[in-house]
């Protein structure tokens, strides 16, 4: 199935995906993909995000001034959010050492209780 997955946009701007299955089109946006889970398909965008409040970073850091995505640095709470997100958004069971970046602008949004488009970031 991955193999004829086709990423896009529709008329209006929403990410989309498209495949066919023996002869069948299927098509999903983000909104529908939201709805079918039961997450959000509206909000911020992950690629609009400024991640620049210190009070967020506090929440995620026992340094604020010390941003390193390890074991020693991110508090407790942090580290069980990561790891889930590593995951099921990144599909990877790794450590601290390669943390993506959507990894972490989701952790950012978690923690900063940010309305963020959870369907789009997903897909």
């Given at each position: 199935f991955d193999a004829f997955l086709e990423i896009g946009e529709d008329d209006e701007g929403l990410v989309?995906?498209?495949?066919?299955?023996?002869?069948?089109?299927?098509y999903i946006n983000e909104v529908q993909f939201g709805e079918m889970l039961n997450i959000r398909g509206t909000g911020m965008d992950t690629?609009?995000?400024?991640?620049?409040?210190?009070?967020i970073w506090r929440r995620i850091f026992s340094n604020e001034l010390v941003r390193q995505w390890?074991?020693?640095h991110l508090r407790p709470?942090?580290?069980?959010?990561?790891r889930i997100l590593q995951y099921n958004l990144a599909g990877q069971n790794a450590g601290f050492d390669r943390v993506p970046h959507v990894i972490k602008i989701a952790t950012y949004a978690i923690f900063g209780g940010i309305q963020m488009n959870?369907?789009?970031t997903i897909l």
């Open positions: 989309t995906y498209s495949s066919k299955v023996k002869g069948t089109h299927i690629a609009d995000l400024e991640l620049n409040d210190n009070t390890d074991h020693d709470l942090a580290r069980f959010v990561i959870w369907a789009r």
